[in-house]
Each structure stands twice: as structure tokens, then as C-alpha cells.
């Protein structure tokens, strides 16, 4: 661990200056109240745990508390591509 | 014992120390090893599990046996005698397996530097040099870290005379380093060891600055240093370990590495023993023989497992008077507590093992397995390890890291070798190439080495593989023979290479031996996971600084002095101090105890007038066009509706439902708020704020800045409070009408500008006054003249809101309670069409009946206290009326719930508690049962406001 | 300011007799006026907040831009903050952003300001800070907000140091932490 996270803005810092926001890509539903059950509790506790690419979201909490959404590898920890909010992934190898 | 002369000792300094007792000398340059060596110390510990001698095996760090406690100056358990750097008043002692720790405080200092570097060079020996001249040579920040006091690795013991540059090999090793010092952008760690690889080429070392100088170690200095290091790239020119052979005896003091004797003899002065036979299935071990034997050692034999070992060190050993026995190998190593005699014969399989043809006397019986690229590091990276089988060994292979490994540490065995793939790996560090990029080593290895690892018998109990865990060969064939096939699980069965040496020298060695018992390759079978440290590192130095007050930060707010100068004690809340209660000196002298001074401090809250400060709460400025709209989305209730000038209680959740943070909301302008948050939750609140609006919300015109430390919060509370702030603020129309509840003022407090809200947690009249940090001491020492006041704090402020029923967000919330189970469906909004949380309020979980939900209790003993954290069950179990003892209820009694808060109220006079309990506001008047201990305590549901329900107290 | 007590007043002497050596000088400077801006860079209002400034408010990320005695340095995108000397007038900064979406916040007590200066000062600083704080990476015209030991701190170098500007609640678990570290560097060294 240790890793040294590319801040879109800051560029690299360590990792102890982010805050870590799981999955990226989860959008807050448009109208929640239309959902059932199933969907809402499908948006409030599933998500993705891949082994590989992993698209996540992170903040620069000690730094310029942007959130920004970052690729990484969850096996070797590698960090493929960063990229701001609103941004399309990033197609990769 | 020591040489006339000769090594990189200084002769004309004595430093004196003792050794279980006995008093010897040494000389600087010194290790605690060489120095008992040339005092004719033969056993220096006992082994952990067996008790046997062991003596000195090496001559660095994967030192196996020879494991010490220093006593003085300052008792360290367990380190390796070799790697103790002799200094004047040693005093250390031999270990019977496991050291001491020291029973009072380690008085020295311990710190931690954060670096950078274009390149980090670990390892100052030949390769490690070269690659760092190289690199340093255009200007490059560099960094090279050598675990030795000087530089030079081989160079010191292994090739003392050759010539680098037209000079001596160590000569050059101190003029290259001493170049390399004085470049500015270079950085030479002596005595420093790279112990972790991690992620981003962030590597750690620890830096003994001190501990050589012993008590003469001046105290400002850190005794030890942690180096946090961030590299662009990484060469690893970390040398070999020698490899043993497991034969019989292969133990006893006497037995040593052949390299590391010749490093006794080369570096140290010291010929550490009289007769020798040398036991090898390399080139390397003939080196050592030769110059021992020039220095005046009788080397008695040379047994080669190999048929031949070349024409041209038979020559040599010839010309010595060597007894030279090839194809033959040690079948047993004998003597009382040391070697005495080594038995030799032809080598020869398993199935008809080697007997005794031989026998040598002998105090010193030298080993040469081989060599292993020390590639503990290169591994830690993330590099792939690969097998040789020429080398019968593992070389590093890629690293994902930009790293490469230079010298022998992969496998190059000369000394131009070394220094030209050092030179060139320097280079390409600054090129920025992959570690793939690395052509392969500039020699083949040369040394002709047989991948020899242990002389087969009959008997393995005593060929040892481990010798810090007296593992045996007998062992790992019990582990073989229980199904055993993973070395890792034969790690954990036998402990072989768990010990603080982690297997340095019996890590392939085990590897070898089950493969040899399997019949399978050792290639096949690999080698446990090498992980950090490299060498055991002391706990202190880990901590460094981060001891006693430095070990967590503590914030205090600006009226902190004020608080410990009248007698405040203090609770955590976070990271702040916060005033818990004022301890008055009574008129006895004796101190107040908590209950009086608390009860003191509620009844002047409820009946006069008193004051808290509240300045640890957070404080959010919100601004924009959009603001009452995001409010509205954060908080339950309806935000955007509150007029300017007025003031709103609210509650956010998370997505779930479940109450995240509460606090108020002030609207200082059309477009403009303040909110506050609780103590605990100041950054989580704003974080949350900005996630929603970079992330879901982005469209939303709001800006969201922290205002926590620029406002200082006065809380004012008791029926007297308006009187007091109308003292202190003339120009401001206090009564109920100009001021009314829930609204704010600007105005002139102690003549300091001020944001005065009525705002009550205590259910009293009450008002909070905001000035900025830098003022409130004037403030507060304002109301303080008034002579009226009297300060409290959060005790009694818990106890005023748990009599009123108000819940303390994470005291009496833990993540699964909503709004609605505090009894606060009055702060969630039917109107608005969507807020954080508003879906699963409809969930059939948070619809379920039976949820827990926050109620009163009232012990029907009015003087018990019951402990917060008490479980609560129900009247289905039969009880007397009181306290039933030793009657603790059937396993099967489901809990109903648990007491969150407890106090004695001095407004009830009695005690009572909040606590959460499963369909709690339909069990009001209900009788429940709280163990405590071997007791049940009956208690009663109440509602959960308790004191002034009608809230008639409010405007005083 | 008579009246008003900064954050880490009472380490004033202290922090003096640690500056005597030569190696470091630490010093409070208090009551600098410190205002939070928030703008879209691209508005006009960011344009005319720079005028009222006199220097544009910097773009690029971990800079600053310098005027006289005030600072202004980059936190985010749309986020910075003004330094200037006690008594600043940043109301103009409030008028040049009139009614238009932004933020002027005053938040001169939020957090002060603590000068870590002398040839040691990076070194010093380096014991609790993982940035490169090298001068060819970190000079002047640079800032970051970083952590400095436990505490988030906002670091702009100066001509023969930084200025390290830390939440008042954390300034003197700051302030003993630097005169910790400084330990070695006050005495005679090894």
C-alpha cells in the first residue's frame, strides 16, 4: 500500500491525503419514490467487488477536496487513469 | 583471536564492553561478533527450543544463531551479535532463544524524515556504488542506504585486494562515497537498512544514528530514524547471502559461513579459529581457505562435494598443503558445546548414505553452499522471482515498480562484473527504462557452483535448517510425511524461517530439503512470501515521535487556557478537548467530586444562569442561488422555507435512512446559511456536502466553505441568561417579543460584534453567542464579570438535553436508527418529493414494527445509575419486585435493547436514561429488566422527555 | 488587535528562543487577514474580483500569485484563498463580487499562520510532511494543502522558508510538534 494517488488537480500524493468513495458510476436514482424495494436497496447496498479494473471514486479530502474518479487495478493496486466527475471512463488495454 | 595487523579495525582505540560477565576489549570498526571472536568466544547463545550452543555463524545480518541482549546502556532484546557495532560499555549477554524487554521507558528519541529522489540505491557495495556515481553523475537527486557503518560490501571482506581505479577496494568504496556525499543533490545513509518495498516505489528504511556511540549518544539526537522514501526508480544492488549445507551437527559453534570468515579475517583482523577444514560445493569457499591459511590458519582439508574442483585451484591448494578431498562431503560435525573433529567421506545417495573415511581435528569447519541473490526486497516490490538451476537458486525476474537489480544480486559473481552492471543500471535508472529493459548480467556466473544443499543419511534429527527454530530436515520430513506439499504450510508446521532472521539463510534451504524429500524441483515449489521488515525493527522507531502528546493531535478552542485554569477537566470528542465539568475547591480544600460538580452546574442551568462553550461545533457557510434548494435535498425537513433572520433545528440522513448528523440552520440572507454540525462530524458533514454537489449535483450554484475555528460559540442558558446578556449588550431588545425563539441578531456583545441566536439544548431560555475566536476571551471574560455565572460543561449539557429527550447524534444513534425511532417524525418532511433518505422511510425494514425507538427510563430505585451500554429485557422473565440476585435471566431472553445514556438529574431528582428499545413508545409505563452484574434491575419505559414536556421553559 | 489572542500566542517565547541558533526561525504571525473565495474562474466575477485584487486570481493548481503583501493561492478549482495583512479590506472583494454566484468568506480566525523559516526549515518540515519539498519542486510561487504531522495545513514557501497556515483548534498541537522536531536542529550538531 502506500500507493500515490494522481490527483486530476493536485497531481500525485499519497494515499493517506484521500478519502475513498467506493464504486464510481452509481448514480442517485432520477426519481427514487418510483423504485421498488428491490431497486432502491440495489442502489443503497450492491455493488461491483472485481478482481481487475476497477472504476472508484475518490476525494482529495486533505488536499483540494475535489472528488474525482480513478481506474485501478484491485489486485496489483495499479492505478490506470484518473479522470473528473462527469467525465467518460477511460477505455483501457 | 586478533591479528597483528591487517582489516579496517582501529588498533589504536581500545573500546572495552562485557560479554556474560567477562570483561574484553575490541577496537572501533568492531562488531560485537568479531570483537567475541578475537576474545576466543565460542558459544554466544543457547537455542530456543533445544538448548544447544550456538556460536557465531556469519558475519551480517542473516545471522542465524548468533542472537544477543544487550543490558547497557539500554536493554534491546535478541539482536544479531554481527550487526551490533561495538562501542565503549557494551554490555550484553547470551539468550537462551528469547531476549527481555526493557521494563522501564527507552528514554532516547526516535524520529521520521519523508524523502525524494530520482533514484534510490540500496546497497553501497560495488554495484551499488557504481549505479549511484552513475547516476548522480548528471545532477540527479540521489539516494544510496548501506546497512554497514561504511561503505564497500565485498569490497570489505570478500576482495580486499583488488584494485578499482588504482585503488584498494575499500579505499575506492570510501573516495567514491565520499564524492558522492559532496554532491548536494546526493544523500548517503550509512547504517541504514531498507526494510519494506511498497506500492509507487515508496520504500522505508531505518537509520541507526546513535546506537554505535552507546552512552555517549547525545540525547537530542534521534537514536534511530524512519526514512519514508518515494523513488522514480529503485536499484537494488543488495549482494548475496551465503548458503549453508545441513549435515550432521551442522549447528555447533565453529560452523561457520566461508565468506563470512573471510570477512572476519579481511575486515575485522580476527581469525576466527586455529584449525579449519572447509566444507564446499562452490569456488568462493578455496578464497576463504587461501587466506586463512596465508594468515597463518592450519586449514587441514578441503572437502568439494564436486568431482573436481579445476586445475587451477588445485594448484593453489596444493601449494598450500592442503589436504584436498573432491567428491567428498562432511557427514558429521562433532565436539563438546564446539566443533572438535569433522568426519568426512565420499559423497554418496540417500539410499547408501557417505560414511566416516575421515576424520579432521578441527575447531572450524567453513561451509559453501553457494550463493542467494538477497532479492527479499526486489520481491517485496511486486517482482517476480524465477529459479535458476544453474545457480540452484532464485533471481529476480520483472517488476511491474520501476526497479531493476544490479550486482550479485542477480547473480553476477565478479568484481568488474559488479561494477559495470552497477554503472549501467545507474544509467538507466535516470533513462526511466523498465526493469525489463536490463540486458542479462554482463559475466555468466563463473563460480562452477553444484546447487548442493544437504549431505544425505539415515539420520536427519540433527542436520538443521532452521537453527533459531531448531528446525531440522527430520522435521520437514514429518511435515512431508503428514501430506504436507506447500512450503508455506510447511512454514507454519515446523516454524522453519518464522524466527527474526525470517529465513535468510533457511528459507531455500527448507525449499531444498522438501523438494529433495518430495522428489519434486525446487523450482516448482518456490519460497514463502517474503515480507517486510527485511530486519526486525524496534517499535520505537516505528512510533518515532508520535509518543505522549504528539501521538494524536489534540484541538482545543481559543478559551482553552481559561478552562484549565479553573479547573476544568476534560472529555474527548474527536480530536477536541472539550471542558467535561469545573472542579471547584471546596471550603475544606478538598476537590468537588463529578456528581457534586455536575449537579452544581444543572441546577444553576436550570435555576440561574450558565454557560458552556460550544465553539467545537461545527460551522458551515452556505451561499448561492441554489442553497435553500440543496438544503432541502440534505436535511429531512423543509429548510428553504425558513425566513431570513430565523433559525431551524434539522436532521440529515444518508441514503439508507439512517441519521447521519443534526444541528441548525441559520438563513443569514435570502441566498445565504450557517449550519452547524455536530463536534464530531464538522468534516464528515462538509465532506458529504461537497460529494453531493461535485458528484450528483454539480448544476446546484452553491458554495460550501468551513467557518468552524473563524466563530467562537458561548452558550448562555437559564432563566437568568436574558438579564445577563442585557448587561452585556445594551443596544439588543432582549424580551421574548423583540427576540422570539429560533431567531438570530446581530449585535454588540461586551462591545464585541456578535451573531446572538436563541437557540436552547436545555430546554431553559438560552442564547448562543458567535464572535470570532480571536474575541472570545474578552467574551467570555465579560460574562464572567457578571459575576452571575456559572461555566459548565459537556456533562451537564448531556444531562439538560437527556432530560429533554434530546438525542446526541452517535451517542444515542449508532448508523441504524432513523428519525423516526428518536421520536422525531415532526422533523421529516411529508411535503417535499425527494430528500437523502425519504425512500427508505418507506422500506418494509424501516416500516417494521419492532424497531427500536429512543424512550425514557426511570430505575425504580431512584439512586441507581445504570451503566450505559446495559442490555434491557423484557417482563416475560419472572421476577421479585427489587433486585433480583444471582436471578440472570435464561439464555433464550431475546434483548430488547441497550441504555444509551444515563445521568442523575438534579431537575427529576433521581436518576434516569435514554436507551433504544425494540417497539419502546408502545411499552411506555412498561416494567423492563436491566442486568447489571448478577442483578435485574427493574426500570420503567418512559417517554423520552422527561423534564418540561410542555416546553414552557423556553423563553425563561 | 490588542484585545484579540491568537491561536499559538502563548508559544510567542518559545518559539523565539528555538529561532536563536540560526538553523530555524518560528514565529506566529498573527491577525493576517485570510478570505475564502469561491467563483467560477471563467466568470466575469472572477474577473473582477482579480481587478479589485490587483493580479488574477491563478488557475493552475498549487500556485500562487503574489502582490505586495498579499498572497492569493490556489485550493481548487473554484476555490482560493486571499492573504493579506491584518486590516485587508476584502469588503472590496465582496463588492467586486456583488450579486453575482460566488463566495467571499472571512475566515481570518479560522486558521493562523505559523513562518517556518531558516536553512533547516525544509528539513524540518519534511519530518512530518510527504510532499517533495525540494526548492526546484516546491519554490516559491507554489502552495499545497497537505499534512503536516496530523494536521491539514495550507503551505506557501517563502523567499527563505514557508508559511504554514493551520486551523486555529490545531495550532499548538502543531506549534509543539515543530519545536519537537526542531530538537536536533538547535543544538550543536552530531
Redesign the interface.
Known amino acids: 500500500m502506500m500507493l500515490l494517488i494522481p490527483c486530476p488537480w493536485c497531481g500525485p500524493r499519497d494515499e493517506a491525503e484521500f478519502h475513498y468513495g467506493g464504486q464510481a458510476h452509481v448514480a442517485y436514482p432520477e426519481n427514487p419514490a418510483a423504485l421498488s424495494d428491490e431497486e432502491w436497496a440495489r442502489y443503497l447496498f450492491f455493488r461491483d467487488n472485481p478482481k481487475g479494473a476497477f472504476a472508484e471514486r475518490w476525494s482529495h479530502s486533505a488536499g483540494c477536496r475535489r472528488w474525482f474518479n480513478a481506474l485501478r487495478d484491485t489486485a496489483t493496486n495499479e492505478i490506470h487513469a484518473v479522470y473528473r466527475v462527469g467525465e467518460p471512463r477511460p477505455v483501457t488495454s | 583471536m586478533r591479528r597483528e595487523s591487517g582489516g579496517r579495525v582501529d588498533r589504536s582505540r581500545t573500546l572495552r564492553f562485557r560479554f556474560d560477565g567477562q570483561d574484553y576489549t575490541g577496537h572501533p570498526g568492531d562488531t560485537l561478533a568479531s570483537a567475541l571472536l578475537a576474545g576466543g568466544v565460542r558459544q554466544v547463545a543457547t537455542s530456543v527450543k533445544l538448548g544447544r550452543p550456538r556460536g557465531i555463524f556469519s558475519a551480517g545480518s542473516e545471522e542465524p544463531n548468533a542472537v544477543v541482549q544487550i543490558e547497557e546502556p539500554f536493554p534491546e532484546p535478541m539482536l544479531p551479535a554481527t550487526t551490533v557495532e561495538l562501542y565503549d560499555g557494551l554490555v550484553a549477554s547470551s539468550l537462551p532463544g528469547q531476549g527481555r524487554l526493557a521494563t522501564g521507558p527507552d528514554p532516547a528519541?526516535y524520529?521520521?524524515?519523508?524523502?525524494?529522489c530520482d533514484v534510490l540505491v540500496v546497497g553501497a557495495g560495488p554495484a551499488g556504488l557504481a549505479a549511484a556515481r552513475a547516476a548522480a553523475s548528471t545532477g540527479a537527486?540521489v539516494i544510496l542506504a548501506d546497512e554497514q557503518p561504511e561503505p564497500g560490501g565485498g569490497l570489505l571482506g570478500a576482495w580486499p585486494a583488488d584494485v578499482v581505479e588504482g585503488l584498494l577496494g575499500a579505499e575506492w568504496a570510501t573516495a567514491t562515497a565520499a564524492h558522492l556525499k559532496a554532491l548536494p543533490e546526493v544523500r548517503v545513509l550509512a547504517r541504514t537498512t531498507v526494510f519494506g518495498y511498497?506500492?509507487?516505489?515508496?520504500l522505508v528504511a531505518v537509520e541507526r544514528?546513535?546506537n554505535h556511540l552507546g552512552a555517549a549518544a547525545?540525547a537530542?539526537?534521534?537514536r534511530e530514524r524512519i526514512w519514508?522514501i518515494?523513488a522514480r526508480h529503485v536499484v537494488l544492488a543488495t549482494g548475496t547471502h551465503e548458503r549453508p549445507i545441513a549435515f550432521a551437527g551442522n549447528d555447533l559453534p565453529g560452523v561457520m559461513l566461508a565468506g563470512s570468515a573471510r570477512t572476519y579475517l579481511n575486515r575485522y583482523g580476527v581469525l576466527p579459529g586455529r584449525r579449519a577444514v572447509v566444507f564446499t560445493a562452490d569456488d568462493s569457499a578455496y578464497a576463504a581457505a587461501f587466506d586463512l591459511a596465508d594468515a597463518g590458519v592450519r586449514v587441514a582439508a578441503i572437502l568439494d562435494v564436486r568431482p573436481s574442483p579445476g586445475e587451477a585451484l588445485a594448484r593453489e591448494v596444493a601449494k598450500r598443503g592442503i589436504v584436498l578431498l573432491a567428491g567428498h562431503v562432511v557427514t558429521a560435525a562433532q565436539g563438546d558445546g564446539q566443533v572438535a573433529s569433522v568426519q568426512a567421506g565420499r559423497h554418496r545417495p540417500e539410499a547408501d548414505p557417505a560414511v566416516a573415511e575421515h576424520a579432521f581435528d578441527a575447531d572450524l569447519l567453513l561451509v559453501s553452499g553457494g550463493w542467494n541473490p538477497v532479492v527479499h526486497l526486489f520481491s517485496q516490490s511486486?517482482g517476480r522471482l524465477r529459479f535458476d538451476e544453474t545457480l540452484g537458486t532464485l533471481v529476480p525476474g520483472d517488476s511491474?515498480q520501476a526497479v531493476e537489480v544490479a550486482g550479485a544480486a542477480r547473480g553476477v559473481d565478479t568484481l568488474s562484473g559488479c561494477l559495470a552492471d552497477g554503472a549501467a543500471a545507474g544509467e538507466r535508472a535516470l533513462g526511466g527504462q523498465a526493469a525489463a529493459a536490463a540486458p542479462p548480467p554482463v559475466d555468466v556466473p563463473t563460480a562452477g557452483g553444484q546447487a548442493f544443499w544437504l549431505v544425505p543419511a539415515s539420520d536427519y534429527a540433527a542436520h538443521f535448517v532452521d537453527m533459531q527454530r531448531d528446525v531440522t530436515v527430520a522435521d520437514l520430513h514429518r511435515a512431508t510425511g503428514a501430506g504436507l506439499r506447500s512450503v508455506e504450510h510447511i512454514k507454519r508446521y515446523t516454524t522453519a524461517g518464522t524466527a527474526h532472521d525470517q529465513g535468510k539463510t533457511s528459507g531455500l534451504l527448507t525449499t531444498a530439503a522438501v523438494a529433495h524429500a518430495l522428489g519434486e524441483r525446487m523450482g516448482e515449489l518456490g519460497i514463502t512470501t517474503f515480507r517486510a521488515p527485511y530486519l526486525p525493527v524496534s517499535f520505537a522507531a516505528l512510533a518515532g515521535?508520535d509518543r505522549g502528546?504528539?501521538h494524536?493531535?489534540?484541538?482545543?478552542?481559543?478559551l482553552?487556557?481559561w478552562h484549565v485554569a479553573n479547573g476544568a477537566l476534560f472529555e474527548n470528542v474527536g480530536h477536541?478537548k472539550r471542558p467535561w465539568y469545573y472542579q471547584r475547591v471546596l471550603a475544606d480544600g478538598r476537590l468537588e467530586d463529578m456528581e457534586t460538580a455536575v449537579l452544581r452546574e444543572c441546577r444553576a442551568a436550570r435555576e440561574g444562569v450558565a454557560m458552556m462553550d460550544a465553539s467545537?461545533l461545527g460551522k458551515i457557510?452556505v451561499?448561492?442561488?441554489d442553497a435553500g434548494e440543496f438544503l432541502d435535498r440534505l436535511y429531512t425537513n423543509l429548510m428553504s422555507s425558513l425566513a431570513v433572520g430565523s433559525i431551524r433545528y434539522g436532521v440529515m440522513c444518508r441514503?439508507?435512512g439512517m441519521v447521519f448528523d443534526d444541528g441548525t440552520v441559520i438563513r443569514l440572507a435570502e441566498d445565504h446559511f450557517l449550519l452547524t454540525t455536530t463536534t464530531g462530524n464538522a468534516a464528515a458533514v462538509l465532506?458529504w456536502m461537497?460529494?453531493w454537489l461535485?458528484?450528483?449535483w454539480?448544476s446546484l450554484?452553491v458554495?460550501c466553505?468551513?467557518?468552524?475555528?473563524?466563530?467562537a460559540t458561548v452558550a448562555l442558558v437559564g432563566p437568568r441568561s436574558r438579564e445577563v446578556l442585557a448587561g452585556l449588550a445594551p443596544g439588543l431588545a432582549v424580551s421574548t417579543a423583540d427576540f422570539p425563539f429560533m431567531t438570530w441578531r446581530e449585535a454588540e456583545v461586551a462591545g464585541i460584534p456578535a451573531r446572538v441566536c436563541r437557540i436552547s439544548f436545555s430546554g431553559e431560555l438560552a442564547f448562543e453567542i458567535n464572535v470570532?475566536?480571536?474575541?472570545v476571551?474578552?467574551l467570555w471574560t465579560a460574562i464572567m464579570d457578571s459575576g452571575m455565572v456559572t461555566p459548565y460543561g459537556t456533562e451537564t449539557m448531556h444531562v439538560l438535553r437527556a432530560e429533554k429527550g434530546y438525542p446526541i447524534v452517535g451517542q444515542d444513534t449508532d448508523g441504524t436508527v432513523t428519525p423516526q425511532d428518536l421520536g422525531m417524525s415532526w422533523v421529516v418532511s411529508k411535503k417535499k418529493?425527494?430528500f437523502i433518505g425519504?425512500?427508505?422511510f418507506?422500506?418494509?425494514d424501516t416500516v417494521r414494527a419492532g424497531r427500536k425507538q429512543l424512550v425514557g427510563l426511570l430505575p425504580e430505585d431512584p439512586d441507581f445509575l445504570l451503566p450505559e451500554g446495559t442490555q434491557l429485557v423484557s417482563t416475560d422473565v419472572p421476577a421479585t419486585v427489587g433486585t433480583v440476585r444471582g436471578g440472570a435471566p435464561p439464555r433464550t431472553v431475546p434483548t430488547l435493547g441497550h441504555v444509551t445514556s444515563s445521568y442523575r438529574s438534579a431537575a427529576l431528582g433521581r436518576t434516569f436514561a435514554l436507551a433504544l428499545v425494540s417497539g419502546g413508545q408502545s411499552r411506555l409505563g412498561e416494567r423492563l429488566y436491566a442486568p447489571v452484574g448478577d442483578a435485574l434491575v427493574p426500570v420503567t419505559v418512559t417517554s423520552h422527555v422527561l423534564y418540561d414536556p410542555e416546553g414552557t421553559r423556553r423563553d425563561g | 488587535m490588542a484585545e484579540c489572542r491568537s491561536p499559538a500566542a502563548a508559544f510567542a517565547d518559545r518559539f523565539d528562543a528555538a529561532s536563536k541558533g540560526g538553523a530555524l526561525r518560528l514565529a506566529e504571525l498573527p491577525f493576517l487577514t485570510q478570505v475564502d473565495i469561491r467563483v467560477d474562474p471563467a466568470s466575469p466575477a472572477a474577473k473582477d474580483i482579480g481587478a479589485a485584487l490587483g493580479m488574477p486570481l491563478p488557475v493552475a493548481p498549487g500556485t500562487t500569485v503574489i502582490s505586495g503583501d498579499v498572497t492569493v493561492a490556489w485550493l481548487g478549482p473554484d476555490e482560493w484563498l486571499v492573504i493579506g495583512p491584518e486590516g485587508y479590506r476584502f469588503d472590496l472583494l465582496r463588492k467586486a463580487l456583488g450579486e453575482r454566484h460566488g463566495s467571499v468568506v472571512d475566515v481570518s480566525a479560522q486558521r493562523t499562520t505559523l513562518l517556518v523559516a531558516g536553512p533547516r526549515a525544509r528539513d524540518l518540515l519534511a519530518h512530518g510532511c510527504a510532499l517533495d519539498l525540494h526548492p526546484t519542486v516546491f519554490g516559491l510561487g507554489r502552495c499545497a494543502q497537505t499534512m503536516l504531522a496530523r494536521a491539514q495545513v495550507v503551505l506557501l514557501p517563502r523567499q527563505d522558508g514557508l508559511l504554514v497556515l493551520v486551523r486555529s483548534s490545531f495550532a499548538a498541537y502543531l506549534a509543539e510538534w515543530l519545536l519537537d522536531a526542531a530538537t536536533e536542529y538547535l543544538a550543536p550538531r552530531l
Open positions: 528519541r524520529d521520521a524524515v519523508h524523502a525524494h537527486r511498497y506500492d509507487d516505489n515508496y544514528r546513535t547525545p537530542h539526537v534521534a519514508r518515494r511486486g511491474r515521535r502528546p504528539l494524536d493531535p489534540v484541538r482545543v478552542t481559543a482553552h487556557d477536541w467545537t457557510d451561499i448561492g442561488p441514503p439508507d465532506d461537497e460529494e461535485q458528484t450528483e454539480p450554484r458554495y466553505t468551513s467557518v468552524t475555528e473563524q466563530w470570532t475566536s480571536w474575541e476571551s474578552r418529493a425527494d425519504k425512500r427508505s418507506s422500506r418494509a
